[in-house]
């Protein structure tokens, strides 16, 4: 086997004469003649080592992408999870609001909740009368009825108006009308009324103003406001020819013959009324709630 030695004698020899003179361009290519023969290559390795690198590299760069990949589904199976969440709450409070109002609406029907749509319209001239209206006022504020104190048309009278909700009665929340009038008559004024044959014009008023409404005339005392005239007379005959008797009985039979929706109710004092009239604005009240809901 050759050495490196021998080739680079034998070069020398082949070269002849001109490699005596000693050229130094001459030595350094000898040189590098050398250093070539002996240099190992190397290519086989160093390409190797790039294509393990490269490999190496996309590996990596693949595991981080399903890793990054793996991150982004979690999270959007995360979103997922809390969009169903709250579709799930939102529907859930919005069934308990829909079970909620259907019992309120059943509680309409019955007229459990009527009392507090409906207001009661006072006349002043009510609340002037002293005890009467303190006993009213005082009456239907216990029993969480409202009212408010205005000058009606009639004098000395209340009506009634309500309003139901709309999403319970499926119609306009608008004001509503009762039907219904009530005039309240001292014993005395009402004696008055019937003597003076002005009762029966007076009714025809009403009516004139109120056509559709019921009409109800509230006296308080009277038949005891009668009876102590009467015993008056016998003890002072003198008084006999100055007051007479009103002939109530005839003249409440021609109310209920000569009129359509007229009547009249009578108390014996300021608490039966007052509560006469609290428990017709209960009675009023359940009575609309029940038409207003068959509006459709």
Known sequence: MRTAEDVSHRYLIE???????GHPDDESDILELNDDISRPTGKGKGKGKKSNTSSVD??????????????????????????????????????????????????????KFAHKSIVAHIDTKVVELGSIGGHLLSRLAEK???????????E???????????????????????????????AEEFCD???????????????????LHTVCYLTNKLMAFINKREQGQYKDPANHIVWKRPPIEEVLSKLTINFVKVHSRHCVDEA??????AGLTYSLASCQIRVALTRT
Not at 15 to 21: I, T
Not at 144 to 154: A, C, D, K, M, Q
């Open 193 to 211: 009324l019937v003597n003076s044959e002005s009762l029966m014009s007076h009714v025809s008023r009403v009516q004139r103003l109120y056509p």
């Open 15 to 21: 070269a002849g004469p001109s490699l005596d003179h």
């Open 58 to 111: 996309g590996v990596t760069g693949k595991m981080r992408m399903s890793k990054d990949e793996r991150l982004r589904l979690n999270e959007e199976k995360k979103q997922q999870k809390e969009r169903e969440k709250l579709q799930k709450a939102a529907q859930k409070a919005e069934a308990a609001e829909i079970k909620k109002r259907e019992k309120e609406k059943e509680k309409w029907e019955k007229g």
């Open 144 to 154: 969480g009825l409202s009212f408010r104190v205005s000058s009606n048309p009639i």
């Open 156 to 186: 000395k009278s209340i009506v009634w108006s309500m309003s139901v909700p709309e999403e319970i009665s499926k119609i306009s929340s608008e004001v509503i009308k009762v039907p219904y009038i009530l005039i309240i008559c001292e």
């Open 272 to 277: 039966e009324l007052a509560e006469h009239v």
